[in-house]
């Protein structure tokens, strides 16, 4: 069973920058299709970006394009997402999630899933 954990969380004033990192451990993340989601208060959890298998190809939600960056070490059994040029409405708790598979955007199709780091933006 792959476990998942986040981290590098934390409170950054809008326009700064944050890297999350998300540690698997208990099995090879190199099958695993992984993601990033996050979710405010009130909100439904929505994707923020993933990455396949290989780490060589990723999609991004439309708010975070051009600001965020995901990419995967199959080495170090870990992923990341950069974010720069962060807005106050990027604040939310995020998710690191995983699916054995291709990769897709729905939140249902994925099994694995850490417990969150939270995300705050002050303006």
């Known amino acids: 069973q792959v476990q998942l954990v986040e981290s590098g969380g934390g409170l950054v004033q809008a326009g700064g920058s944050l890297r999350l990192s998300c540690a698997a451990s208990g099995r090879a993340v190199s099958p695993y299709a992984m993601a990033w989601f996050r979710q405010a208060p009130g909100k439904e959890r929505e994707f923020v970006a993933g990455?396949?298998?290989?780490?060589?190809?990723?999609d991004y939600a439309d708010s975070v394009q051009g600001r965020f960056t995901i990419s995967k070490d199959n080495a170090k059994n870990t992923i990341y997402l950069q974010m720069n040029s962060l807005k106050p409405e990027d604040t939310a708790v995020y998710y690191c999630?995983?699916?054995?598979?291709?990769?897709?955007?729905?939140?249902?199709?994925?099994?694995?899933w850490g417990q969150g780091t939270q995300v705050t933006v002050s303006s």
């Open positions: 999630a995983a699916r054995f598979g291709t990769l897709v955007v729905p939140r249902y199709d994925y099994g694995l």
């Open positions: 990455v396949n298998w290989s780490g060589r190809s990723a």
